[in-house]
């Protein structure tokens, strides 16, 4: 199942200078008053997803990311995701995430593309 979610707003928080919290959704799940984390290396402007808190998980039996089971991705790209593309001129950053979960019948996939506004 693919879906489209364009035009949501997600609010994004700053923790420090180089992890960011992804609050209230995962995917298009919501996920009220919960959260994960993702990192961004400045120096590259690659990104580490998902970085669970509490070890708190939407749903199913463990987290999924590009860098430890990029083979579980099967219906949403690692290859250019996972990436900030910096806007110094109009502030305009975009953020593509590509994370998921394993579930007992698969794995949950998705693929965020975030603008800053």
């Avoid at 998980?57 to 990311?65: E, M, P, T």
Wanted: net charge negative.
């Amino acid at each position: 199942m693919t879906a489209d979610w364009t035009g949501e707003k997600r609010f994004i928080g700053s923790v420090d200078e180089t992890t960011f919290s992804h609050p209230d959704y995962w995917g298009n799940f919501e996920w009220g008053g919960k959260a994960f984390n993702f990192k961004v290396d400045f120096t590259n402007n690659s990104i580490d997803v998902p970085i669970l808190i509490d070890d708190a998980i939407f749903s199913g039996l463990n987290a999924i990311d590009c860098k430890t089971t990029a083979s579980a991705f099967a219906n949403v790209p690692c290859d250019g995701s996972n990436v900030l593309i910096p806007d110094p001129v109009n502030g305009k950053h975009i953020i593509k995430l590509t994370y998921g979960y394993h579930a007992a019948n698969g794995e949950r996939e998705f693929y965020e593309v975030l603008q800053k506004k």
